[in-house]
């Protein structure tokens, strides 16, 4: 299956663990996929649902992370669908995975027909599109994934809300500068909010925040301990390889 380029690369990751093809140009998956993965607490049983999925990097870091747990891939875009579908069966997850090409914003009766009926799942989880749009990217694919409209955040957590059964849990990758809107958004649906800062060096401002949310629960905001991917000098930190190397999980999958 070839990308908007033709062209499509194999690249392995969390330490060749896992292989998965992308498109050469547009967009790729990066650390933020994996620290999204690491960060859900799924158990095994459960049902989890990656939306804007793209190739498949983080459901698949997830599934690969926790034995038994059911993962379906959802996205827009059907030639990364259809590459989040050979990862999946490359990767030898067949059985307890799927891609589904579904519009986040679909009604009620697309997501039952793609077997996600509303309030049936246990984890959904998501890296919105989250740049501002004065600057898009100039690829159709790549502007699609990484350029938010002001209802982009709202609308996917929406999906989410529906998506999710009574106490089910939201887990998604921002922006730093961007946690109030987060906050605001999650306000509508959400409650038990957890907050987990991601500096790109040790000393330097946050340049993420991962955030977990259960629906319709009540309880005050945690802010946890910042995690550091590099040190001082620019190399990554123990921490930082145990995650993104060897499929460790986060603090956040841990509260």
């Known amino acids: 299956m070839s990308a908007d380029s ?3 690369s194999k690249d392995a990751v969390l330490g060749g663990k896992l292989v998965l ?3 050469r140009r547009g967009h790729r998956f990066g650390h933020d996929a994996i ?7 799924a158990l095994s049983g459960e049902r989890a649902v990656e939306l804007g ?3 498949g990097a983080a459901g698949l870091a997830l599934a690969s992370r926790v034995d038994g747990l059911d993962v379906t891939l959802v996205d827009l875009n059907p030639t990364l669908t259809a590459l989040a579908g050979e990862n999946i069966e490359r990767n030898g997850l067949s059985d307890r995975m799927r891609a589904v090409g579904l519009d986040v914003g679909a009604q009620a009766s697309a997501f039952a027909a793609a077997g996600l009926a509303f309030g049936s799942v246990d984890h959904v989880l998501m890296n919105p599109p989250f740049n501002a749009a004065q600057n898009p990217s100039p690829g159709r694919v790549r502007r699609m994934a990484h350029v938010a409209s002001d209802a982009t955040l709202g609308q ?3 999906a989410a809300a529906r998506l999710l059964r009574p106490a089910g849990v939201v887990t998604l990758i921002w922006r730093a500068d961007g ?3 987060v906050l605001t958004a999650l ?3 959400f409650g038990a909010i957890a907050v987990l800062p991601i500096h790109g060096k040790l000393g330097s401002p946050a340049i993420r925040v991962v955030v977990r949310a259960a629906k319709d629960r009540n309880s005050p905001l945690v802010l946890l301990p ?5 040190d001082a000098e620019g190399k990554p930190t123990v921490a930082a390889e145990t995650i993104l190397r060897d499929g460790a999980a986060l603090s956040l999958a841990q509260n």
């Open 6 to 8: 033709g062209e499509t």
């Open 187 to 189: 306000a509508v649906d």
């Open 179 to 181: 946690l109030g809107d």
């Open 156 to 158: 996917w957590l929406g």
């Open 35 to 41: 620290l999204l993965a690491a960060s859900v607490a």
């Open 226 to 230: 910042g995690f550091v991917l590099a």
């Open 53 to 55: 999925a793209g190739v």
């Open 21 to 23: 093809r992308q498109p």
